[in-house]
């Protein structure tokens, strides 16, 4: 069992930047993934990044160039940075660990973001 709990979300203006963290805890073996995904109000949830087990990094469009994704294996924890942040960022971030079949997830933090 993996517990994940995020953290580094909060209110920032258009523009800004945040630093999310997701530090996991527990039987760590063999994770293919890690990834955060986000969900607005009224909205699915949605892939955000992710990075393979081998480092490979995949953005959605909306966050390219603006979001880097990386890892602390030392650490056990995942990160987003996020720049130049826009009102439509705004949503709960979660991340996500995937070991197959298994997937884990945070309880998610907020990030809101003033035009």
Known sequence: QVQ???????????????????????SIFS??????????????????AI????????????????????RDNAKNTLYLQMNSLKPEDTAVYYCSWFSTPYSYWGQGTQVTVSS
């Open 4 to 26: 994940l709990v995020e953290s580094g979300g909060g209110l920032v203006q258009a523009g800004g930047s945040l630093r999310l963290s997701c530090a996991a805890s527990g």
């Open 31 to 48: 994770i293919d993934a890690m990834g955060w995904y986000r969900q607005a109000p009224g909205k699915q949830r949605a892939l955000v």
């Open 51 to 70: 990075i393979a087990r081998g480092g490979a990094t995949n953005y959605a469009d909306s966050v390219k160039g603006r979001f880097t994704i990386s």
